[in-house]
């Protein structure tokens, strides 16, 4: 897909940019789809790291609810669980578990958002997880009844350090759940925004398996979710120590029917890419040359792919809004496009938005009624590119 870059940028940075080549690669061996050219993970997580989790008001909601399903199915005695979070960010999900004063620990090496996560009351520690970290924990803090990650596994180069942590770390009947994007739903969307940087691999349950089956473990549950644009959690469990539930069977089938497994597969998908760039800049170079102006909403990392594998940069969109005050100021990575604060799109009259945070659609869409009532128009490019109406696109796409 070309060279992309990693962080929003300060001008001054722009000379002194880390691209890295932007190219998946799939085996039909071990069914895993992953980055060629891995960013070492020190340059993405650490003291100024840019994503808040709590800046959701649906992803809140979302991990309350999480937090609630473990407690209801899946810890027998609340008074002695132990549960742990892998990539906690700010204590958006362990702080359900806070409250209530469940024993706990998040690890989170990004040392900015777990000082935020330890303000709140979460007990975190500003560690990469492993082997090492697990032993740490253990030792202080005995055995998990559950591990839980979500959107931080497919962050993970070296997925087999955390199976070897995880294996340490977790009681006999504990379980390690997680979620992230789904490799279903990337294909049947056309989703290529879901590969960027810290996105290392794109995972399906079959990937799932094959990937911790060497640490003992297997998906014995997965439970779909509408985050982050269609993504899937999984249930994992020492062999045998969970029942293997229709969930796991039925998911599988429905990935040798997508072709998953197949190389073909992705070849299509790379065509669909190939497709979907250039209605994108086609529509973006028509609204220009009949004099609309087009800015960009929510400076999300997956708009850095967009923007760099569609060569798109402020001479097609103005200026890109966005709520975080650390993205504020600074311009999108390699395109450089400038990132406003969320008063200035208020405070202006643009023609049309291009909804970079789609996944977050819903929650934006119904804070936005003013822009589309004064005659704003959305551009969209998942599943395909078009101009849509906020209730039009979810009553398509609910989520
Ligand atoms: P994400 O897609 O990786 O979750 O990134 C979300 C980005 O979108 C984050 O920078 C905050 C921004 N955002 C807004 O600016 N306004 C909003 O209403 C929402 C939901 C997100």
Redesign the pocket.
Known sequence: MGKCPLQMVRQEEFQKEYFFDLAISFSEETKMLQLIDQPDPEMMFHENYA?FSS??KNMTLHFEKMAQHYMDNFILDLNDAFVVELGSNDGIMLQNFSRKNIKHLGVEPSSNVAEIARQKGVNTISKFFGKNTAQEIVGEYGKADIISAANVMCHIPDLNSVGAGVDLLLKDKGIFVFEDPYLGDIIQKTSYDQIYDEHVYLFSVQSVNYAFERHGLEVFHVEPQHTHGGSMRYFLCRKGAHKMRESVTKQLAFEKKLGLDKLETYEQFAKNCAQSKTDFVDLLKTLKADGKRVVGY?????STTVLNYCNVGPDLIEYI????PI?QGKFSPGMHIPIKP?EDFKNDNPDYIVLF?W??AR??FS?ETEFSARGGKWIVFVPRVEVVSPDDYMVKNAG
């Open positions: 994503f800046t959701s929510a400076a999300t990392s997956k809004c966005d709520t975080t993205k969320y945070g996944n977050h929650e934006i804070k």
